[in-house]
């Protein structure tokens, strides 16, 4: 083909206006040629575009409607799950679900971080999400510590809000305006604990011995968790959520001459900083408690009365899913809880309990009982005066009268060793159910007598034994008020063995009804410090797994029987009648100059203001 073009171009040039000659039929051959071979060439190229460019496109197509299109099978809106937890690898499955769940990859889970003392907390608590029917809870995390084993903290971490210092610390440094009578300034030194007691006349050991101010719990509590082995700054971890706010000490400054937005203000500016906090939307401050070392009634003020007693902190309604710790707690209200007040023995080591356990053990004891307190001559009700009247009359019995004024009542030594030298010591109510007289007469070895349920039975359920007739002894108020039933002869048929069995048991329970010394930390023992704190984490964990599992923790649940609950055996879900209910049964409109349905907390409120008698009794102290 190429000679013949170069031919074909050759004669154009040579001749291109000479006549036909007789050689050139040639070069119209040599044309037609080519015109063939561009015509073949032609349709070559339109074969191979359409069997090979258009073939493999049709392929590709029908590769491509082979494949699944998860965008139509996808619904218009996609369940977004995120899973905290590593779960169990499954089988992929054979075909797409039909709806599909879009994941994201989760990071291996990693050790918990190691304890610090009261940090902030960056953590951002996820929602809870729907899936199905089932929820995903955001504490899940902090249940499932419990399962590593190699980790001591594991279900125990406990989370300390780091609150503003006019919660707690700047009450300490204006300490002189705590109290109307007592200068609490003393008593806040040490921790808490108040000044060495000096064992003059030997009735004390020689270490850990303190005069401790009754309600001092908020600064002791506060400062011996900040001991706490388990703290953590991850509050996703948290078996319970501590709120350190000094809520007896706030309300002690205000009780007397100033009106009720005074008494209000730092309950309400608290429950309003916790609500602004990520930690509180886990669980709406369900695993949130704080302590206060005051009874209950000086929270629970009923009206907006400015005569009206107390403030409405344990009213409020972000309180009421949170956990006060009190040294007395109300019989009809779910939202506190009793523990012991201070005594003035704080021990620093193990040892100091066992010795100090020991000594109660081989003390000779030459009263019968003893009873050490002032009449009520206001309270009619009151079985006081008869008490006094039977400590008068028996050759067995010990009285150590507290009246104003000078009294050795008031001094440490005299109250301790009065209860050691007495097999029982009798303990009626005082302004309200409880009195610290019942922790300090423990202390010393000596059986309690009660004549309340709600003075201990009801009141210290985690740190005292349900079988209360293993430990003390019980006389029904009505007993001594309207039978006069002589205390004498009931205790003297207690037989001696029985006597010695509970005397052991009272000893036994000195370490947890005891607050160790907060710059330190007990090796085996457990004291009421421990016990509570383990009691706050076993609730918000029951309630935890309540919450994942549906259900409640009891069937029924009335608030106003609340003092029952405590008391069911394991696997009860439901309180019924109870031999007490007489003593918690509110008056009825009319009685007791009451017309009101809060009537038995209208006069628990105003035992407790009468309980500032006994505070101005103690200022000689």
Known sequence: MIPRVAMRRRSAEVAPTEPMEKGNGKSQTNRICVLVALSLFFWALLLYFHFVVLGSSSVIDKQIQLQPSYAQSQPSSVSLRVDKFPIEPHAAPSKPPKEPLVTIDKPKPVLPPAPVANSTSTFKPPKIVESGQKQEFSFIRALKTVDNKSDPCGGKYIYVHNLPSKFNEDMLRDCKKLSLWTNMCKFTTNAGLGPPLENVEGVFSDEGWYATNQFAVDVIFSNRMKQYKCLTNDSSLAAAIFVPFYAGFDIARYLWGYNISRRDAASLELVDWLMKRPEWEIMKGKDHFLVAGRITWDFRRLSEEETDWGN??????????MSMLVVESSPWNANDFGIPYPTYFHPAKDSEVFEWQDRMRNLERKWLFSFAGAPRPDNPKSIRGQIIDQCRNSNVGKLLECDFGESKCHAPSSIMQMFQSSLFCLQPQGDSYTRRSAFDSMLAGCIPVFFHPGSAYTQYTWHLPKNYTTYSVFIPEDDIRKRN??????????????????????????????YADPRSELETQKDAFDVSVQAVIDKVTRLRKNMIEGRTEYDYFVEENSWKYALLEEGQREAGGHVWDPFFSKPKPGEDGSSDSNAGTTISADAAKNSWKSEQRDKTQ
């Open 312 to 321: 409405k902190l344990l009213f409020l309604p972000a309180a009421k899913n």
């Open 485 to 514: 039933i002589s205390i004498e002869e009931r205790l003297l048929q207690i037989p001696s063995e029985q006597v010695k069995i509970m005397r052991e048991n009272v000893i036994n329970l000195i370490p947890r009804l005891i």
